[in-house]
DNA sequence: TTGCTTGTCTAGCGATGCTAGGATCGAGCC
DNA sequence: GGCTCGATCCTAGCATCGCTAGACAAGCAA
């Protein structure tokens, strides 16, 4: 059994190692950079090796979508944990989610923007994704305000935010205001 | 000059007949079907003509968008100068927004989502983009609030539509509520 | 009619995602 | 220890993509 297992855990380091390089080739020059034969030629296997741990392309995608979330719900603890009062709570998380928007481009594409072929709202949603809106909702559940179903508060907060991170990344929104708008949404959604 | 006036209006003619193709052709399939052998075939022509018309496939996309802004921009303003009240004009505001984004889903990828090569946010932005962004800006400007900068508080707003209007249409969003979200988001943004 | 510009098409280039089929290597049995 | 056979990996190739070079035809001016 024991070179099976051996077997099995060079596997998953190859897998592993085909999501992080996946993402590192994303983040250096863009997802349009990271083609299969690029990818392949990267971790030093041919191509058809891919195939062997994923679907497509897309899976690819998708997995690494899923590393970010997990990534993504531990940023969004770490900061609101660590900020005492609803308000100021509130206020770290925008800008926590931003941040990591800003920082991760290619993640955060491969978790919204790409075709990953990922479930949301759905039974079978990978349970990374459903932690990150769980990681949301924990803070902004909150300052819901009265008779405002939390789940539902948390989703248009969580649309703003994904709205300005995509808008100020493509260059529709001027970044130099980020910061007043980030204080006018919190200021005005947040009921403290 | 009548030979080369007619030769002009048929050349302009075979333009629109591109751009009415490409985006006939994304609503209904997707832009990943609108490749430049189909979209020959579809007008008639062979490929390179496309070429002499357009730099290449962004600029079609960047066509396609330029034609969904004038149009949205249009819409915008039947449906605010038909509503009375800064707070009735808001509501109706977002409802056709996140309506245009619903039924235009290929036309508001080109303008949002996909690269069209177009300038945001610049001097260079080209007139369509400007307008319809005005077109927000007439009706948000009003409820903005004291102190506000209107053109910040229409940036904020938008991007909120614009996140619940790429995130409902990837999925990500239940669609059910999409009014209840509506409503939530004016009625804590606006200042009535 | 002749020559030239303008317009269009055929054919092809390099690159993409993905796959079939052959080569290689090592575990496990006699 | 040698052999067999299955798992593993690679070479080579397919169809398709965006885009372009160069041949060819049509229509204008002289």
Redesign the interface.
């Known amino acids: 059994m024991s070179v099976q297992e051996r077997k099995q855990r060079e596997r998953a380091e190859r897998e592993r190692l085909i999501v992080a390089t996946a993402r590192e080739l994303a983040e250096q020059q863009g997802w349009d950079a990271v083609t299969t034969r690029r990818l392949a030629e990267r971790i030093e296997y041919s191509q058809p090796v891919l195939y062997s741990h994923f679907r497509g392309k897309r899976e690819i995608i998708g997995a690494v979508a899923l590393e970010g979330a997990a990534e993504m719900a531990a940023a969004l603890r770490a900061t609101t944990s660590a900020a005492d009062g609803p308000r100021t709570r509130v206020t770290a998380l925008a800008r926590t989610y931003l941040d990591f928007a800003e920082r991760n481009p290619a993640v955060y594409d491969a978790m ?2 790409l075709d990953g072929g990922l ?3 759905h039974e079978d949603t990978p349970e990374p994704l459903k932690d990150a809106f769980a990681a949301l909702l924990e803070s902004l559940g909150e300052v819901a305000g009265d008779g ?1 179903h939390p789940a ?2 948390t ?2 907060f ?7 991170a ?2 100020t990344r ?5 970044p130099a ?1 980020a910061e ?2 980030v204080e ?2 919190v200021g ?2 947040a009921m403290v």
Chains 1, 2 share one sequence.
Request: proline letters at 3%.
């Open positions: 919204f923007q479930a949301f709202a405002v539902l508060f989703e248009v969580w649309a703003a935010l994904h709205g300005l995509t808008l493509a260059g529709r929104l001027p205001d007043r708008r006018l949404l005005r959604l």
